[in-house]
């Protein structure tokens, strides 16, 4: 299986490329840039510490994340020679399993056909892009912090002594437990000195849940280079559009709507990639889920 969704790992931040020359790179690969700028001067290069000298990050300015990568080495498994390549997401190599670099990359002896292939490939990041990369884990992290009230239930009830029946359509349990809050509730004078602290608990414990109903409409929120961009998700839906409808762009961040401002500023003082009931979600100080 092999498809252009993107992970978190696929999305290389521009700000953390560094500075290089043409003579540090090889002889193949200088031809291959100067080839391409020549086509599309708008386009920008950059390094990582690793594949340095073999492998360029490819770039437009006033954005914030790398299109992908151009090279010059040997990238088969086994044998083969040194080819120039094109990385890029919107590539799909069949020839190669899921999870493996090459299957999106394309590769050729010839320079003309690769400059051709990054022209047409290396395409800027988009909002379905980075929510394709996040979506998964703000489901899952929603999912754990709702489990945890229902969860806060569940051992209120053992706690209780009552267990409801396997089969929720005779699930007596859960019926002497109402019969038994609406006892409490009425004044009702048990025997058990305990029984009215644990039915409260059992009470406060049901009183979170619903307090804190599982929510997966967000806005996402992220700075793309000097813009930003929002767009309306449903984090429980698998299948991305390639673009999100109802997309907005903001020339500054203090464009954005005063409800969805209010929001990101609780959700800065709070901990990376920590879920806020009712609030979101950050990843970082440029990129947020929030909850309006």
Known sequence: MTDSRYERQNLLEVS?????TLTTLVDPLQRFIWALRKECPHFRFGVRSANRTIRVQVYVEDETYVRGWIGYQNYNDTGGEDKYGVWSKQIINNRYGYGSYQQHLT?????????????GFLDRVTTSDVHQAHRYLVEKTIDSKTY????????AERELGIIGHTDSRYDVGKGVLNELIMLYDSGHQFLDSELPAKIQAVKDAR??????????????????GTKVRTAPVDVSNYSIPKTLPDEQVYATPEMLPPEILSKISILQVAENETYLMDTGMRFGETLFYVQV
Do not use: I, R
């Open 207 to 224: 009183g979170e849940q619903q307090d804190n109903p599982t929510n997966k409409q967000a806005v996402l929120v992220w700075k793309d």
């Open 107 to 119: 590769t050729s002896k010839t320079l003309k056909a690769m400059v051709k292939a990054a022209k």
């Open 16 to 20: 953390s490329l560094t500075p290089f």
């Open 148 to 155: 945890k009230f229902k969860s806060e239930v569940s051992e």
